[in-house]
């Protein structure tokens, strides 16, 4: 299984707003910054937010993250048909001379 | 702009070996490690390994130590990664990456007898 947990799963409605969570350890999230990912069906994974929370450029501002100790959180408002995706998070990992760890993902359902 | 491009789909018979290419350009390769990630049909992300493109450096996931190679060549900014002693559990499509940000678009590795 995956070093950082994330449900499997999530839903919403178009408009509402939805968190999903990834939680991690003190070697990982609790002291490195957490990066979460968009993948839509078929493609390569796209880079929703970096350092915890902050958005790349092109990434609306419905999109925002956060971190409070081992945890972190993605929240998405005004839910729109396109968001339905999987969503993965990120960090660095400080054993093994550090490396990376991921999430399992959370497959976001917009009914 | 930042690219990384990889090359195309391979078929492989088990136990044979595989080598993706990531040709990447708009940016010094050697200021960024390069990263690989598999993922199987169906399943999540599975971080493989870096290279560290300036000293050809190295850490690998425990479970592809012994089996994965990652390198490099700065003359070309191209990172490679080798995988042997294919089995079938190692079909999945393969991906180089800047992993804090940019991302290759994949490399579909189907492994059949």
């Known amino acids: 299984q995956s070093v950082l947990t994330q449900p499997p799963s999530a839903s919403g409605t178009p408009g509402q707003r939805v968190t999903m969570s990834c939680s991690g350890s003190?070697?990982?999230?609790?002291?490195?910054?957490v990066y979460w990912y968009q993948q839509l069906p078929g493609t390569a994974p796209k880079l929703l937010i970096y350092?915890?929370?902050q958005r790349p450029s092109g990434v609306p501002d419905r999109f925002s993250g956060s971190k409070s100790g081992t945890s972190a959180s993605l929240a998405i408002s005004g839910l729109r048909s396109e968001d339905e995706a999987d969503y993965y998070c990120?960090?660095?990992?400080?054993?093994?001379?550090?490396?990376?760890?991921f999430g399992g993902g959370t497959k976001l359902t917009v009914l | 702009q930042v690219q990384l491009v990889q090359s195309g789909a391979e078929m492989k018979r088990p136990g044979a070996s595989v080598r993706v290419s990531c040709e990447t350009s708009?940016?010094?390769?050697?200021?960024?490690?390069m990263h690989w990630v598999r993922q199987a049909p169906g399943q999540g992300l599975e971080w493989m390994g870096w290279?560290?493109?300036?000293?050809?450096?190295?850490n690998y996931a425990q479970k592809f130590q012994g089996r994965v190679t990652l390198t490099r060549d700065t003359s070309i900014t191209t990172g490679y990664m080798e995988l042997s002693r294919l089995t079938s559990d190692d079909t999945a499509v393969y991906y180089c990456?800047?992993?804090?940000?940019?991302w290759g678009q994949g490399t579909l590795v189907t492994v059949s007898s």
């Open positions: 990456a800047r992993i804090e940000d940019f």
């Open positions: 708009g940016y010094t390769f050697t200021d960024y490690y």
């Open positions: 290279i560290n493109p300036t000293s050809g450096a190295t």
């Open positions: 003190s070697s990982n999230i609790g002291s490195n910054y």
């Open positions: 350092r915890n929370n």
């Open positions: 990120g960090s660095w990992d400080d054993r093994m001379s550090g490396q990376w760890v």
